[in-house]
């Protein structure tokens, strides 16, 4: 079966991508939507535009879409990418929701009103376990921003490894954030994983938003 998978960059939508390569899905795109807005209810704002640079060392096409980033007006673009999806043949769309109801409703209302299935292979995974998974099995993600009380911050822009894993998780369960940051606690952005052709050499500088808000700005990719 054709299909499009819907891409941010970050861990979970890379993870979803290697999923349907392995279960032998016939990917023919990446799809990213660009919000103009901070605060999209929908997609992931912090280097989507820098999925062009995955996607080459992927080896897979990348349509880049811009969304209002507005609650409603969002949706209209998400239908509006799905409908290219379709005209280029896909059947189904692929996604990384792990536990937000209100993205993984919204996707499935309107890929079917386009006529595609989806599938979320990651939703309602245990979410430490997830963690624990994705190092073992060879992906390599940095953080790129952070927003929560008790995050361990000091672990922006470097390369997460089981150690890190581990105190994410010990931190999450002290301070009560999602060890995965499906509640928007923090994004990520895969260098290297399984399909990718080479590892990404990313360079950047932190940058303190806030007392509990971090970002890592990425500046160059090579």
Same mark, same amino acid.
């Given at each position: 079966? $054709?299909?499009?998978? &819907?891409?941010?960059?970050? $861990? @979970?939508?890379?993870?979803?991508?290697?999923?349907?390569? +392995?279960?032998?899905? #016939?990917? #023919?795109?990446?799809?990213?939507?660009? *919000?103009?807005?901070?605060?999209?209810?929908?997609?992931?704002? *912090?280097?989507?535009?820098?999925?062009?640079?995955?996607?080459?060392?992927?080896?897979?096409?990348?349509?880049?879409? *811009?969304?209002?980033? !507005?609650?409603?007006?969002?949706? !209209? @673009?998400?239908?509006?990418?799905?409908?290219?999806?379709? @005209?280029?043949?896909?059947?189904?769309?692929?996604?990384?929701?792990? &536990?937000? @109801?209100?993205? /993984?409703?919204?996707?499935?209302?309107?890929?079917? !009103?386009?006529?595609?299935?989806?599938?979320? *292979?990651?939703? /309602?995974?245990?979410?430490?376990?997830?963690?624990?998974?994705?190092?073992?099995?060879?992906?390599k993600f940095i953080i790129t921003s952070a927003t929560a009380y008790g995050f361990p911050f000091h672990l922006l822009g470097k390369i997460i490894t089981k150690d890190d894993v581990e105190e994410i998780i010990e931190r999450a369960r002290k301070y009560g954030f999602n060890p995965a940051f499906e509640g928007g606690e923090a994004e990520t952005f895969v260098v290297y994983a399984p399909l990718f052709k080479?590892?990404?050499?990313?360079?950047?500088?932190? /940058?303190?938003?806030?007392?509990?808000?971090? /970002? +890592?700005?990425?500046?160059?990719?090579?």
């Amino acid at each position: 079966m $054709k299909v499009c998978v &819907l891409y941010s960059g970050g $861990k @979970d939508s890379t993870y979803s991508l290697h999923w349907a390569v +392995f279960k032998g899905f #016939d990917v #023919d795109c990446l799809i990213t939507l660009i *919000p103009k807005r901070e605060d999209s209810w929908m997609f992931q704002v *912090p280097n989507v535009e820098l999925t062009k640079y995955q996607a080459e060392v992927l080896g897979i096409n990348v349509i880049q879409l *811009p969304t209002s980033g !507005e609650k409603d007006k969002e949706l !209209e @673009d998400l239908r509006k990418a799905f409908k290219i999806a379709k @005209d280029r043949g896909a059947m189904g769309i692929v996604t990384g929701a792990l &536990l937000s @109801d209100y993205q /993984r409703l919204n996707i499935n209302l309107i890929a079917e !009103e386009v006529g595609l299935k989806t599938y979320s *292979p990651l939703w /309602r995974k245990n979410q430490e376990e997830y963690m624990r998974e994705l190092v073992e099995e060879g992906f390599k993600f940095i953080i790129t921003s952070a927003t929560a009380y008790g995050f361990p911050f000091h672990l922006l822009g470097k390369i997460i490894t089981k150690d890190d894993v581990e105190e994410i998780i010990e931190r999450a369960r002290k301070y009560g954030f999602n060890p995965a940051f499906e509640g928007g606690e923090a994004e990520t952005f895969v260098v290297y994983a399984p399909l990718f052709k080479r590892e990404l050499k990313v360079e950047g500088y932190k /940058r303190k938003i806030s007392e509990y808000e971090w /970002r +890592f700005v990425i500046t160059h990719i090579l």
